[in-house]
């Protein structure tokens, strides 16, 4: 069974950090692009941010640039997002996912481009 699985969540004070990570399992996604989006309540899940499988080309949405960093460890199947200065704005339910195109796929915000979908976590930025 495929699953991709995040952690890392919490509540957090406005301007605090938290680390996601998203690890895979039954299969390994060392060959996909990987993306973080976020959807908060009564809005439409959105990219956060995206990385090719080597890690060599990165891309983040406009709102976390500066603050948050994504990394990947292909030996431990795993995905970070690494989130600084957090925001109040920042509250939403955090999900990892993988391009349904292996190999060397430019980063896309579509959300109907990674077909691979972990369960989210969630993250509560306080005021």
């Known amino acids: 069974q495929v699953q991709l699985v995040e952690s890392g969540g919490g509540l957090v004070q406005a301007g605090g950090s938290l680390r996601l990570s998203c690890a895979a399992s039954?299969?390994?996604?060392?060959?996909?692009?990987m993306g973080w989006f976020r959807q908060a309540p009564g809005k439409e899940r959105e990219f956060v941010a995206g990385?090719?499988?080597?890690?060599?080309?990165?891309y983040y949405a406009d709102s976390v640039r500066g603050r948050f960093t994504i990394s990947r460890d292909n030996a431990k199947n795993t995905v970070y997002l690494q989130m600084n200065s957090l925001k109040p704005e920042d509250t939403a339910v955090y999900y990892c996912?993988?391009?349904?195109?292996?190999?060397?796929?430019?980063?896309?915000?579509?959300?109907?481009?990674?077909?691979?979908w972990g369960q989210g976590t969630q993250v509560t930025v306080s005021s």
């Open positions: 996912a993988a391009h349904r195109v292996p190999g060397y796929v430019p980063i896309t915000t579509r959300r109907d481009e990674y077909n691979y």
């Open positions: 039954g299969r390994t996604f060392s060959n996909n692009t």
């Open positions: 990385i090719t499988r080597s890690g060599i080309r990165i």
